[in-house]
T-cell receptor, first 117, second 114 residues
Framework: DVKVTQSSRYLVKRTGEKVFLECVQD?????MFWYRQDPGLGLRLIYF???????EKGDIPEGYSVSREKKERFSLILESASTNQTSMYLC????????????????FGPGTRLTVT | AQSVTQPDIHITVSEGASLELRCNYS??????LFWYVQSPGQGLQLLLK??????LVQGIKGFEAEFKRSQSSFNLRKPSVHWSDAAEYFC????????????FGTGTQLKVEL
C-alpha cells in the first residue's frame, strides 16, 4: 500500500513564525501535492511538484513556498505565519499523468491541523 | 474553467437505507473521475475511480458510482448504509491537459442515524 506520512498531526505556531510542514511518500511517486482544506471550501491546491527541484503554483500559493530536494520528500513552508493560514494541510502523491494528459489517483497523508495564534 | 459541483452539503440517512451522493462536473471531454472519503481528523481515502470503459464502477466498502456523460454526472451510491459510513465524501475530477492535477468538489457530509 502507498503510504504518505506527514510530520505532525497537530501544530500550534505564533504569528510571524516560520513554519515547516514535511511530507514523505514511500511509493516512488513523481508527483507530490500540498492542499489546504477549510470548511465549505473543499481542497484547494497550494503547490505541486512533478519532479525533484521542480514545482508549480497551484490555486492559492500566496504566503507559501515549497521545497523538494529528494523524490520522496516535499516540504511546505510558511515564511511568516498568519492567523488566516490556520487550516488543515494535506499532502498527496501520485504517479505521473496518463498518456494523453489525464490524471492518476492521488494518495493522501493524514493531514496536519495548523493553528496560528 | 473546469469545475466540480457537489450540490448537497449535508445528507442524513438512516442506517440500512440506500444512499446517493451527487457529483456534477463542467468539462467538454471525458474526464477522469474519483470519489474519496474522509473520516473525522483523517486524510482522504480513495473509494473508486473511473478512467474509461464500463460506466458503472465498483469500489471499496460496498460503494459504486455511475458515469453518465449526458448528464455530466458521477453519482456515488450504496444500497445499505452502515453507521461507520458517516464521513465526508469528496468527488474529484482530472482533465486531459490538467497537468496531473485534480479538481475537488466542496464535499458532502454524511450523517447516519441509528
Amino acid at each position: 500500500d502507498v503510504k504518505v506520512t506527514q510530520s505532525s498531526r497537530y501544530l500550534v505556531k505564533r504569528t510571524g513564525e516560520k513554519v515547516f510542514l514535511e511530507c514523505v511518500q514511500d511509493m516512488d511517486h513523481e508527483n507530490m501535492f500540498w492542499y489546504r482544506q477549510d470548511p465549505g471550501l473543499g481542497l484547494r491546491l497550494i503547490y505541486f511538484s512533478y519532479d525533484v527541484k521542480m514545482k508549480e503554483k497551484g490555486d492559492i500559493p500566496e504566503g507559501y513556498s515549497v521545497s523538494r530536494e529528494k523524490k520522496e520528500r516535499f516540504s511546505l513552508i510558511l515564511e511568516s505565519a498568519s492567523t488566516n493560514q490556520t487550516s488543515m494541510y494535506l499532502c498527496a502523491s501520485s504517479l505521473p499523468g496518463l498518456a494523453g494528459g489525464g490524471s492518476y489517483e492521488q494518495y493522501f497523508g493524514p493531514g496536519t491541523r495548523l493553528t496560528v495564534t | 474553467a473546469q469545475s466540480v459541483t457537489q450540490p448537497d452539503i449535508h445528507i442524513t440517512v438512516s442506517e440500512g437505507a440506500s444512499l446517493e451522493l451527487r457529483c456534477n462536473y463542467s468539462y467538454g471531454a471525458t474526464p477522469y473521475l474519483f470519489w474519496y472519503v474522509q473520516s473525522p481528523g483523517q486524510g482522504l481515502q480513495l473509494l473508486l475511480k473511473y478512467f474509461s470503459g464500463d460506466t458503472l464502477v465498483q469500489g471499496i466498502k460496498g460503494f459504486e458510482a455511475e458515469f453518465k456523460r449526458s448528464q455530466s454526472s458521477f453519482n456515488l451510491r450504496k444500497p445499505s448504509v452502515h453507521w461507520s459510513d458517516a464521513a465526508e465524501y469528496f468527488c474529484a475530477v482530472g482533465f486531459t491537459g490538467g497537468g496531473n492535477k485534480l479538481t475537488f468538489g466542496t464535499g458532502t457530509q454524511l450523517k447516519v442515524e441509528l
